[in-house]
């Protein structure tokens, strides 16, 4: 009997802790200097400078337990990408800035994101002492931005034409949550 094929539907998104069987996965989409994801994660910044940082990321993840602070996104046991968080300065003062990549551009815009960021968001509520959540994107990343807005996070500063992308300028855009704007989950997905 042929396995049968992955749930990659939103419903069978989950987050959870990285495994040592993801590794091989993790490192081929990491270090590909060509994957279409780093064309709207950060392509602001310096693209060898990326390359140099995921290589030495990725090289120090067997040695490393997994962080609390971030997960990989499982859609129906397939890796489909990671999300992460830190802690704006000063630790305990409440302000987390979370992270997502999906890295198949074959997995983009099926509602995928939305469903790991509202996981993600649960999460780091239940996790932290969170007080408001941000996410850090430009301009011209309309998935990233309406996937945050659909679960009620609001532009909370743009600073105008201050990223330079592949000759362009875009405006830096960060959308913040208040915890207490944040109702329930199954609500927002
Ligand atoms: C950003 C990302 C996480 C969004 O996840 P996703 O699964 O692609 O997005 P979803 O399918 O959940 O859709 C999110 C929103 O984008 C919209 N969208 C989908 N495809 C789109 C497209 N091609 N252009 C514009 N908007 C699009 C959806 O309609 C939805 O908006 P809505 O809720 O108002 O209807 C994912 O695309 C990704 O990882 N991209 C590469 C890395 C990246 O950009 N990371 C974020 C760095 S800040």
């Known amino acids: 009997m042929p396995d049968s094929a992955p749930d990659l539907s939103p419903a069978a998104v989950t987050l959870r802790g ?46 490393r337990p997994p962080s609390p602070h971030e997960r990989v996104i499982d859609v129906g046991g397939v890796v489909a990408g990671m999300v992460n968080r830190a802690e704006e300065d000063p630790a ?65 500063g743009r600073v105008r034409e201050a990223r330079l992308i592949r000759g362009q300028r875009f405006d830096a855009v960060r959308l913040d949550l208040l915890r207490r704007d944040w109702t329930d989950l199954d609500r927002r997905t």
């Open 92 to 156: 305990g003062g409440g302000w987390w800035d979370l992270g997502i990549l999906i890295y198949d551009p074959a997995h983009w815009g099926r509602g995928l994101g939305s469903r790991a960021l509202a996981l993600w968001v649960q999460a780091t509520l239940d996790e932290t002492d969170a007080h408001v959540l941000t996410f850090s994107t430009w301009g011209g990343n309309d998935r990233m931005i309406r996937a945050a807005r659909h679960l009620g996070f609001r532009e909370a």
């Open 18 to 63: 990285r495994r040592p069987r993801d590794l091989p996965i993790l490192t081929r989409w990491l270090t590909d200097p060509d994957a279409e994801w780093r064309a709207w994660d950060a392509p602001y910044l310096p693209a060898w400078d990326t390359t140099v940082n995921l290589q030495r990321y990725a090289e120090s993840l067997p040695g």
